[in-house]
């Protein structure tokens, strides 16, 4: 499904990502680990087309997608979160979902003059879809508040949602769990799997390794722009240089 | 203080409005804001010393005369407003056009519609002549200064010379007057630019002149672009004879071009300081405002209310149309301090040129 | 009260040019400092085109699609660098027009300025047009206002918010912000068009000196005096502005203090700017007060 | 030849003074992230307080005017910051820049309430240039290049030779950073917009010098400043030097092939090219997502 291939992108002397090649299967949770600065996001941003890469190719589903602009990779179904959360703040929940759903006929000009009653259906049906993902995520009593008057664990829940809205094929999310309560966190992997059951791909950044062990069947280490180890995440705890780079460092920090 | 003095001219307003019914009232636009406000100060002062006089003479037909001073920024959008204002809200049919012939050019379509007089003092472009039959002008047209201009320059004997001109309505226009009438007669320009209006540097423009080397420079532009040019030409060395239009003739530019303005030539509309018009004038400007000069245009302002106090004598009615004629009427030989005053056509009067020159630091006649 | 329907003609031209910024400044968060460019390009092309010959009508719907290609010829290079370059962009576009405006005299008679602008020939001339100007310049004031009403209670007006809350969570999501800001500048531009070309027909009269960076902050203060993203914020700050403005030759302000008026105005309005973003940035009317926020 | 020499060497004399603008701006953008269009008002402010000291009541020497002159103009740079910008750093940049816009209306008028919108002068004498080989050089066009070379001398060895500089350009660099490596932001803050307002205002008094002074004079020349700080990529010092010697050469070279009245244009049109071709300006470096 997602194809990267020798991807390498430098800050002027800063070799962010180097040659980092690899493959993501149709289905299931892929997870990324390494230490900060490893270069994760950084390779998250180059997926998504938020940054320009200096070498390497990208394809998702035959589509070469290196250095196409965001929103013409976000059209194709990889749909992304960001570190910190983000939402629109002074927007209402249900809106900052609706706002976010692909392909509406009335952002165009022509159509909200000439063809208003297909918008409006569209809408209408658009807010439905909204409130159905908003009583998955058990934050439908909160459909009318500011998204920015959230709890920040609501608030990662609720950008969980948007990424619903848009109906991905690929999820990359980045820490999604990071400074959230036990029971949220519960609830997220809950959507996560169930996700994962009707078929869309996640590909996940993530310092919580029981977390990882628990919920990826395939992990990617990274460290220093490179990756060092791809495999399940119980081999990747026998591997000496994934100890010595994110583990053992870990270990000895703790 | 200043409060004090505001609240009393507050109560003086609203009294003096109450107790106006019988006043004759016409309006002006004046700059008395906004860049053109420098002089704004000068026309209100030389108007209210007319309109002093007018009403020690008796006023109009025993009512004393009052002019409505309205504010126009010294921009067109101000102007079309404040005329708006004095037409519809105080129905005045006598109106004072606004300074600088853009602004006036604005304005005088409206008047021409609403058949209101309006009468300029000190706008001078050729295209004022072409307003209407509701427009007068007590100031002669650039179409004469243009070819004033010209005659000075062969009257000198330069054939050749450079024309550079003040980027605005005004220089623009004075600009084409003079290039017609001086190749018409055989002259030649060897380079042709206008310069923007307020800069602080024209040293680029000054070595364009000296690129062409030229015997003469005719520079028609205002007081300060003409100090700054002639200072940094000066600087530079720039060994020409400068010519100039009217605009620039002011003690102001001795004041900040110093020695560089120094055996500058130049023309203006002029009239004869002799005239006994002229010496009342003078005493009577001296008496009221005893520590200030007379102001550029003052003598123009001062003509223009005192005109229009005769013709409002005259008038028949107060309709337009009599009105019209009367002011025709009272402009016939009429000698003013600034001369003759008779009306042609197009509501403009002639003119004689002077040549004003700078010798020793002070503006004299040049003979 | 003829003067009263002049003031409210201004007023209204103003809303409209102040609707149009609100489309962009309000809603999609660009900070176009050379509005007035629009203004004055709609004015230009409806005079010269009406001066020779066109009828009015004609000339003023070419006005505003020549202002909305203006817009879109702009958009496309400014629109590659960050916010406050754009602004900066947009004025410096703004002034680049004034100075072409001055100086090709064979097309816009350069600082003379171009007179004798006609109105379209059901309107009288003079005071007489006034009261059916006032009915064309409200008409066209209603239109514009429903219109961005509609663009911006729609799908289209929440992308917009969208852009301008976090760019790159539209971006995240699939929307072509460069395309959807060029279609908010090119909109914004055709009805800052408009109004140009209403005042211009108004007025009868323009010259490059009526359209610079003063007249800019004038308009950015009817918006966010009245309140950005709002429907009805930027109209309420247009009357609020020219009603100052005009309110002011009604106090006696004796002739020697005449010099302090237009500084004292000027101090004013920035003053008013600066209290604003600082102490009640949302303006007269609050775009999330609805919202309980 | 000599004809484009000596455009060229105005051009060099008035891209001096407007790199004494563009530095201050460029480092009000470095620390603070915004566009300070009130920059250009510090400038007239400088040359309208040094008119004050100069002319009676005071009558101080030109010198002895101009120090205070850049004392109160650093007070109100500094006065600018302290009640206007840093209430409102936290908040979005834009509202920064609508504040310092409204600001810099008020100060103009300011000025021109006080001294009036008459053009004013310091009433020196005219002086012919002097010649050196055919090429002419007032003497206070070489005082203006003389006083912008010391005063960016003084800034290049206060930037890279003292600790204060350095962590200026810490700052300038990455905010976050150096507030982490424990640089004290009021300091880094009071020194940015000292050190702003006093070039403005020195530049200021020059250009007054060489030629008169008028409210509008630092807002003309703030559009050059800006061309300057965009061609030398905003931060970036060094850059705004070069920007504004590219400005004041390509302007003045300008006026040979074309008319003056577009002589401004020269400055708006490289702004222009540059947003087309080279977004982050010549010298800038990238920056990136959160």
Known sequence: MLRVRNVTKSFGALMAVHDVSFELGDIGITGMVGPNGSGKSTLFHILTGFYRLDRGEIFFNRHAIANRPPHQISRLGVIRSFQQTRPLPFMSVRDNLIAVAPRQCGESIWPLFFSPTRVRRQERALREKADGVLDLLKLAPLADELAGRLSYGQQKLMELGRILMADPRLILLDEPTAGINPTMIRQLVAVLCRLCEEGIQIFLIEHNMPLVAQLCQHVFVMDSGELIFSGTSGNARRDPRVVEAYLGRESHAA | MKRWTGILACTWLLLSGLVSAAEVKVGSITPLSGKLSVYGEGFQQAMLLALEEVNAEGGIKGSPMRIVFEDNNSAAAGSVSAIQKLITIDKLPILFGPAASSNYLAVCPIAQQNKTILIAAESAAAEISKCGSYNFRVFPSDALQGIGVAELTHALKFDQVVLTYINNDWGVGLAEIFKKKFLESGGKILDDFAHDEGKTDYRSEVLRVRKSNPKAVVNLTYIKEGATILKQAYESDVKTQWLMGSASKSPKLIELAGEAAEGVIGTYPTFSQETPQYQAFKAAWEKKYPDKKIPVFGEYNYDMVKLTAKALRLAKSMSPEDLRQAMIEAGKGYAGVTGDKTFDANGDVGAVYGRWTVKQQAIQDYK | ?293 | MSYYLQLLLNGVIAGSVYALFAVGLTLVYGVFRFINFSHGELITWGAYLTLMFYTPPFSWPLFLSAIPAMALTAVIGFSQDFFIYRPLRRGNPITLLIASIGLSYMLRNAVRFIWGSDLRTFDFPPARGMEFGGYYVTGIQLLMLAAAVFFLAILYLGLTRTLWGKSLRATADNLELAAIMGISMPRVSASVWILASVFAAAGGILLALDTNLEPVMGATNLIKAFAAVLLGGAGNVWGALLGGLFIGIAENLGVAFFSPGYKDLVAFALIFLLLLFRPRGLFGLLTGVR
């Not at chain 3, 460019?37 to 004609?58: C, D, N, Q």
């Not at chain 3, 918010?161 to 912000?177: M, P, S, T």
Request: net charge positive.
């Open chain 3, 1 to 293: 009260m003829d003067y009263i329907l002049h003031v409210l003609i201004l007023a209204l031209i103003y809303s409209i040019f102040a609707v149009s910024l609100n489309l962009e400044l309000g809603y999609a968060g660009l900070y176009n400092f050379g509005h007035v460019a629009f203004f004055g390009i709609g004015a230009y092309i409806s005079a010269l085109l009406s001066r020779a010959g066109m009828p009015v009508e004609g000339a003023m719907l070419c006005a505003m699609a020549g202002a909305g290609i203006a817009g879109g010829l702009l958009a496309v290079p400014a629109l590659r660098v960050t916010e406050d370059y754009f602004g900066i962009a947009t004025l410096v576009f703004a002034e680049m027009f004034r100075l072409v405006c001055l100086n090709e005299r064979w097309l816009t008679k350069g600082p003379m300025g171009l007179p004798g602008i006609p109105r379209p020939a059901w309107i009288a001339r003079g005071v007489d047009g006034l009261p059916v100007y006032l009915i064309l310049t409200a008409l066209a004031a209603a239109g514009v206002f429903l219109f961005v009403r509609r663009l911006t209670g729609s799908p289209f007006g929440r992308a917009l918010r969208v852009i301008r809350e976090d760019e790159h969570i539209a971006q995240a999501f699939g929307k072509n912000v460069l395309l959807l800001k060029i279609k908010t500048i090119v909109t914004g531009s055709a009805l800052a068009g408009l109004a140009g070309t209403l005042w211009a027909h108004y007025i009868s009269y323009i010259s490059p000196a009526d359209f610079t960076l003063t007249e800019t902050i004038l308009v950015v203060l009817c918006v966010v005096l009245g309140g950005r993203g709002t429907h009805w914020g930027p109209v309420l700050g247009a009357f609020a502005v020219i009603f100052f403005g005009e309110a002011v030759r009604f106090l006696p302000i004796p002739h020697e203090l005449h010099r302090y008026v237009a500084p004292l105005q000027g101090m004013v309005y920035g003053g008013i700017l600066v209290l604003i973003v600082l102490k009640m940035p949302s303006g007269m009317i609050a775009e999330h007060r609805r919202n309980g926020a």
